[in-house]
């Protein structure tokens, strides 16, 4: 179900951002959106070749688990 955001926009983004989505022949919300989530992909995950390394390096595996194991029985010490 969709849900309503209201976000704060200066008048230069918000001109920004209406020009880019007329020219790409989206809705304001549309653009908004498509962008967000286009952005969370390139950024935020790990593509398919980054993700083959994490998985053929054995060292990094068992740091993994040992890290996994430690956490799970609340070993060492929060970090901030």
């Known amino acids: ?5 209201t976000i704060e926009l200066t008048d230069d983004t918000y001109s920004m951002f209406c020009n880019y989505a007329k020219s790409d022949n989206r809705s304001l919300s549309n653009f908004i959106e498509t962008s967000a989530l286009r ?5 935020e995950y790990v593509d398919d070749f980054e993700m083959t390394e994490i998985n053929t390096n054995n060292e990094l595996q068992q740091g993994l688990k040992k890290a996994y194991k430690d956490a799970k029985q609340r070993k060492g010490k929060l970090v901030k």
């Open 39 to 43: 952005y969370i992909s390139e950024h």
């Open 1 to 5: 179900m969709s849900k309503t955001v």
